[in-house]
């Protein structure tokens, strides 16, 4: 069940992000493709992780609430990452 609301969560944050890519006039200044595509990634990244997390719940639990745990610590390094890198720094700033 905590799966499911965290998939769902995830897939709704996904749905707005797509939604307002859309429709520019609701952002304080338009994005650049680039962005955008760091920007989805970014939002959808957490989707495959609760994905597997939820199927091998049943087979090895501890590693699903691993996989539960370690997701916003997957997130903080990616991010991270971007921020460190010159040529994604300033998309990095902007989801963080």
Do not use: C, H, N
């Not at 997701?71 to 990452?81: A, D, G, S």
Request: charged residues 15%; proline residues 7%; without cysteine.
């Amino acid at each position: 069940m905590y799966g499911a609301v965290l998939l769902v969560a995830s897939l709704v944050r996904v749905f707005f992000y797509w939604y307002v890519m859309r429709r520019p006039q609701l952002l304080w200044e338009p994005l650049i493709p680039r962005k955008q595509r760091i920007g989805f990634y970014l939002a959808a990244a957490p989707i495959a992780v609760y994905v597997v997390a939820m199927v091998v719940a049943d087979f090895v639990p501890v590693l699903s609430l691993l996989l539960y745990l370690v997701m916003p610590l997957l997130y903080f390094v990616l991010i991270t990452i971007l921020r460190q890198r010159p040529a994604t720094r300033e998309e990095a700033d902007e989801f963080s």
